[in-house]
T-cell receptor, first 114, second 117 residues
Framework: NAGVMQNPRHLVRRRGQEARLRCSPM?????VYWYRQLPEEGLKFMVY????????ESGMPKERFSAEFPKEGPSILRIQQVVRGDSAAYFC????????????FGSGTRLTVV | AQTVTQSQPEMSVQEAETVTLSCTYD???????LFWYKQPPSRQMILVIR??????QNATENRFSVNFQKAAKSFSLKISDSQLGDAAMYFC??????????????FGKGTKLSVKP
């Protein structure tokens, strides 16, 4: 089992471009969570998805950010028209059930906006 | 709203010694989970130990143990026989045990642990 795979590991975007972050959950895990870690901070919850459904997006900024977890393929976190303040590490975690007890985190994607 | 507070931004320990990292949390729930995660420079989030609130017995994983004081809403991590590989950021986290947002983790700001040879 390869674990939770996130790619790319590093992503550099110019202001105004789009960023797409991918997360492939562990085999058998149908629950995906996205977190953002700003410099010198802990992780903050963004969105919780199950296959084809957004269950809780209470931590997502209202504009420019969206997430999906299609029936086939990885979960995608999409940031449109990136700004410098979007620079952060974005982590994905997957779980076999809707609780944090069985979480496995990916290694994160570090987004740098220049 | 639930909050998690780590009051020690940085800690230092001598190799082979014992160190305790502090964590307090605020919640009105009675059923929840608590976690300690380690984040080395590689950035990988590694689960160190976890505790169910309904269990009175403190969790232990090899050199890592917790002191869970439910009434005081305190969840400290003790690392015994510290090793150089223990150097990392340590995050305390809270999650509801049930409900719609039961999987959402709330993290503290972290404690940076240095281990001196």
């Amino acid at each position: 089992n390869a674990g939770v795979m996130q790619n790319p590991r590093h992503l550099v975007r110019r202001r105004g471009q789009e960023a797409r972050l991918r997360c492939s959950p562990m085999k058998g895990h149908s629950h995906v969570y996205w977190y953002r870690q700003l410099p010198e901070e802990g992780l903050k919850f963004m969105v919780y998805l199950q296959k084809e459904n957004i269950i809780d997006e209470s931590g997502m900024p209202k504009e420019r950010f969206s997430a999906e977890f299609p029936k086939e393929g990885p979960s995608i976190l999409r940031i449109q028209q990136v700004v410098r303040g979007d620079s952060a590490a974005y982590f994905c975690a997957s779980s076999p059930s809707p609780e944090a007890y069985g979480y496995t985190f990916g290694s994160g994607t570090r987004l740098t906006v220049v | 709203a639930q909050t998690v507070t780590q009051s020690q931004p940085e800690m230092s320990v001598q190799e082979a010694e014992t160190v305790t990292l502090s964590c307090t949390y605020d919640t009105s729930e009675s059923d929840y989970y608590l976690f300690w995660y380690k984040q080395p420079p590689s950035r990988q989030m590694i689960l160190v130990i976890r505790q169910e609130a309904y269990k009175q017995q403190n969790a232990t994983e090899n050199r890592f143990s917790v002191n869970f004081q439910k009434a005081a809403k305190s969840f400290s991590l003790k690392i015994s026989d510290s090793q150089l590989g223990d150097a990392a950021m340590y995050f305390c986290a809270y999650s509801l045990g049930y409900g719609g947002s039961q999987g959402n983790l709330i993290f503290g700001k972290g404690t940076k642990l240095s281990v001196k040879p």
